[in-house]
């Protein structure tokens, strides 16, 4: 295991090294401040005639965090991490290294869920302290945290599909392009296919409403997470069979 | 005497029909055996194939007992190596390029890597990102990379690529005093076979992805005043002695 930990390391410190990381999340920080200012402003100069601080910031702001912003930034992780590599020639730095191929595939997975967990839970605090500061409201935090903890479940699988379309595609912009197209047309085809939308993982982005408040009842529980790991699965062993087969 | 590398009828064919067949080889511990050829000839085919980059069509590669596509950690255990350009992250200073490469190891500590920086006279450029390294110094850096674990099967595929002449001498100083010294074992391919006769101790002809002959440099120059017309004699006998 040491060897699989050490890997982890040396991808996170990777991704460290890239400051389009740290700039996105600023992006994130900055839309939260912006939605927060929005909303309170908004709220004084009409005297409160219109209120719309119906909910906490941290829940207001998570559809564009979980369904856009950090998938984006998992994609991007991921393509930096595998197709960059192989466009660069640096996978080669770690595959000539004595630590097996399963290791580094999954490292570079860890490192990039890492990633999307630091994100989840910086973008949950920094709202959530926003709120606070200018608005002057705690609402339903622990709610907010456990939603955002448990969203990291879905953007493991969109991980997984971007480190799958990874072994495919030769160059990275091309590797990048593929998981947005792919991302994007399940997700649109979810919206406007409502009976599709079950079948998509991309529908369970908000992984938390299942599990949050009114739950569902236990047999669909275990449907859905049946249905989240089938895809986990499928696209862990493809990626992986490619990367293990990969000429480097 | 150890066997540090076994290749057994290696085949490693491209889509487009290149590639190597047949190749033989078998490497004892302190040998500095050198792999000479042609651009085309197989030698980098064979690297990636024996440091597990590619995958064979057949034939077996053993290190140290250990198949490599087996169990490619146990196998690359105690090995370096530098396999065509040096593999550099470019946005890392040359310290966190190699510190990158020691976390896999017990034996590398920040003061081996001091030391490897030294002896491939980039002490003074450590904090400087590889990115903006001349071809020489990224050579180098590789060949760091290469030394770093203290390897006793160090392979190295085209060391001399972008050095300078005093570059050169210092990799062939390298090689000869960690093999004289430590009892290092080194496979070299190169092109340039001036290169291999002053370092190696046998050598293994390849051409058009065949290995033709393989064996002591005392031999191979026993009838031949240098290891290039060695190499001309012997494409010549296997095309019948057609004059190239």
């Avoid at chain 2, 290149?18 to 040998?31: A, S």
């Avoid at chain 2, 030294?118 to 060949?143: C, E, I, P, W």
């Avoid at chain 2, 430590?182 to 058009?208: Q, W």
């Avoid at chain 2, 064996?215 to 120059?221: D, F, N, Q, R, V």
Wanted: aromatic fraction near 10%; proline fraction near 3%; glycine fraction near 8%.
């Amino acid at each position: 295991m040491k060897k699989f930990f050490v890997s982890v390391i040396n991808e996170c410190t990777k991704l460290l090294h890239r400051k389009k990381y740290l700039v996105f999340l600023l992006i994130g920080i900055a839309i939260s401040l912006f939605n927060v200012l929005g909303k309170t402003v908004v709220g004084r100069l009409s005297g409160g005639s219109f209120n719309i601080s119906g909910s906490s910031a941290p829940m207001a702001m998570m559809t564009l965090f979980i369904e856009f912003l950090i998938p984006l930034v998992v994609m991007m992780a991921v393509c930096d991490l595998f197709s960059t590599e192989y466009q660069e020639m640096t996978m080669k730095a770690v595959l000539i290294r004595p630590v097996s191929r399963i290791k580094i595939y999954a490292s570079k997975l860890t490192a990039v869920t890492l990633l999307a967990l630091v994100y989840l839970l910086v973008l949950f605090a920094a709202s959530g302290v926003l709120d606070l500061l200018i608005a002057g409201k705690i609402r339903s935090l622990g709610y907010a945290f456990f939603a955002y903890l448990l969203d990291i479940v879905p953007m493991f699988v969109v991980i997984l599909m971007a480190a799958f379309i990874n072994q495919i595609g030769k160059g990275s912009t091309l590797a990048m392009f593929l998981c947005i197209i792919v991302y994007g047309v399940l997700y649109v085809a979810g919206i406007f296919i409502p009976n599709l939308s079950g079948m998509l993982f991309t529908g369970y982005m908000k992984w938390h409403s299942l599990w949050l408040g009114h739950m569902l009842p236990v047999g669909a529980l275990t449907a859905k997470t049946a249905l989240l790991a089938g895809y986990a699965l499928v696209f862990f062993s493809g990626g992986y069979y490619l990367f293990l087969r990969r000429e480097i | 005497m150890e066997h540090v590398l076994e290749i057994r009828n290696l085949k490693k064919l491209y889509k487009n029909g290149r590639g190597v067949e047949e190749v033989n080889l078998t490497v004892d511990r302190g040998d500095v055996v050198g792999l000479l050829g042609p651009n085309g000839s197989g030698k980098t085919t064979t690297m990636r194939v024996v440091t597990g980059l590619s995958v064979p069509n057949s034939g077996t590669v053993k290190i140290f007992g250990t198949e490599i596509q087996e169990d490619h950690e146990k196998a690359m255990e105690k090995v370096g190596c530098l396999i065509e350009m040096p593999a550099l992250y470019g946005n890392l200073t040359a310290w966190q390029n190699l510190k990158m490469a020691a976390r896999y190891y017990d034996n590398v500590d920040n003061d081996r890597i001091r030391y490897i920086l030294t002896l491939v006279h980039l002490d003074r450029y450590r904090n400087d990102k590889a990115g903006r390294f001349s071809l020489g110094m990224k050579q180098r850096l590789g060949l760091a990379l290469a030394l770093l674990s203290d390897p006793e099967l160090v392979i190295l595929d085209e060391p001399a690529n972008g050095l300078d002449i005093e570059g050169i001498i210092q990799v062939r100083e390298i090689i000869t005093k960690l093999a004289a010294e430590r009892g290092v074992t080194f496979l070299v391919s190169s092109h340039i076979a001036s290169e291999l006769e002053k370092t190696c101790n046998k050598v293994a002809v390849l051409h058009e992805g065949q290995m033709l002959t393989f064996e002591p440099m005392e031999k191979a120059l026993e009838f031949q005043p240098t290891l290039e017309d060695y190499f001309l004699f012997v494409v010549r006998e296997k095309r019948g002695g057609v004059v190239l």
